[in-house]
T-cell receptor, first 112, second 115 residues
Framework: DGGITQSPKYLFRKEGQNVTLSCEQNLNHDAMYWYRQDPGQGLRLIYY???????QKGDIAEGYSVSREKKESFPLTVTSAQKNPTAFYLCASSIQAFGTQYFGPGTRLTVL | ELKVEQNPLFLSMQEGKNYTIYCNYS?????LYWYRQDPGKSLESLFV?????AVKQEGRLMASLDTKARLSTLHITAAVHDLSATYFC???????????????FGTGTLLAVQP
């Protein structure tokens, strides 16, 4: 089955640690995205990538980093510079840069 | 800066009733999406509206777009309990008039359908 997978489902981080969230898709989509969702709010764009080896900052990129070395993978690192990282993180992909975005199941990150 | 507002934020309705969720946005765009989210789950794509006057229907849900008024509506007909979820609209930020696929999401409408 084609789809988007994210791992882990739950992640706990100690203050000062960097953590990496995985996002993989086998839909052969060109574009991939990372969003953050806080309780009772909509999604906010962190980073996006339209092609391999290229990515752009979204609206809230500070404290995050990404890479896009393979078409199917777009990992997100939450660095210690992100002051309030506790949130639900959603990865999405679209067939092209202008197509409907389809979302993965999400990773819930909690800072201890 | 593009801002997207949904109302109401919370909607409690009885089964069998009709209601409408509104999505207003502040700057020009002609590409709007509706998503559904169940508690603790991911987002499911419902509709994409790509031009002024676009109307899409699926089951008891119908979405429309008026780009001149910068308004989209999601109409629910004869609600059933299974429609209980949070509904988000998302608007594409245009850059020099062209689509970017950088979406700005509304804060969501929590719909609770009571038996």
């Amino acid at each position: 089955d084609g789809g988007i997978t994210q791992s882990p489902k739950y992640l706990f981080r100690k203050e000062g640690q960097n953590v990496t969230l995985s996002c993989e898709q086998n839909l052969n989509h060109d574009a991939m995205y990372w969003y953050r969702q806080d309780p009772g709010q909509g999604l906010r764009l962190i980073y996006y990538s339209q092609i391999v080896n290229d990515f752009q900052k979204g609206d809230i990129a500070e404290g995050y980093s990404v890479s896009r070395e393979k078409k199917e993978s777009f990992p997100l690192t939450v660095t210690s510079a992100q002051k309030n990282p506790t949130a639900f993180y959603l990865c999405a992909s679209s067939i092209q840069a202008f197509g409907t975005q389809y979302f993965g199941p999400g990773t819930r990150l909690t800072v201890l | 800066e593009l801002k997207v507002e949904q109302n109401p934020l919370f909607l409690s309705m009885q089964e069998g009733k009709n209601y409408t969720i509104y999505c207003n946005y502040s700057t020009t765009s002609d590409r709007l999406y509706w998503y559904r989210q169940d508690p603790g789950k991911s987002l499911e794509s419902l509709f994409v509206l790509l031009s002024n006057g676009a109307v899409k229907q699926e089951g008891r849900l119908m979405a429309s777009l008026d780009t001149k008024a910068r308004l989209s509506t999601l109409h629910i007909t004869a609600a059933v309990h299974d429609l209980s979820a949070t509904y988000f609209c998302a608007v594409d930020q245009l850059h020099y008039g062209g689509a970017t696929n950088k979406l700005i999401f509304g804060t969501g409408t929590l719909l609770a359908v009571q038996p």
